[in-house]
């Protein structure tokens, strides 16, 4: 693999694997809203990763995790569960930043919600770093 390209997979794994750290002491310190925002970041630098390894070449300037998981062809090898886990986290990215949609979405989460959002990011983060070592 061309040396460019494996620093760009680098780069968002490793930044990738800072957000998860901030996610679980966010998660920690009761920050439910700005953890999923993060969490929600680290599934897209995982895609975002995934898809320089795949594609070769710079994905989407998006934060729609379904699209980049179809731009790279990964969309179909997605369990249904993922699947519904990563759509779960696109309204946290956005929504999840204006006044109106915070309170429905801390009305709708709770703190266990909030913890399954932390381990299904961790479980999706372990499975797609197997994926970039192949």
């Excluded at 997979?9 to 310190?29: R, T």
């Excluded at 999923?36 to 729609?64: D, G, Q």
């Excluded at 913890?115 to 797609?128: D, G, R």
């Amino acid at each position: 693999m061309d040396e460019k390209i494996q620093k760009k997979i680098e780069y968002w794994i490793k930044s990738a694997d800072s957000d998860l750290s901030a996610s679980e002491a966010l998660f920690n310190n009761g920050n439910y809203l700005q953890m999923s925002f993060f969490c929600h970041l680290v599934v897209e630098k995982y895609l975002k990763a995934y898809h320089w390894h795949i594609m070769e070449a710079e994905p989407l300037f998006t934060h729609n995790l379904i699209k980049l998981s179809q731009e790279s062809g990964l969309f179909p090898n997605l369990t249904e569960e993922q699947k519904e886990f990563i759509a779960s986290l696109m309204p946290l990215n956005i929504k999840g930043r204006y006044p109106d949609d915070i309170g429905l979405i801390l009305s709708m989460l709770d703190k266990e919600n909030f913890s399954q959002i932390l381990i299904k990011t961790k479980e999706f983060a372990e499975w797609i770093k197997t994926l970039l070592t192949k």
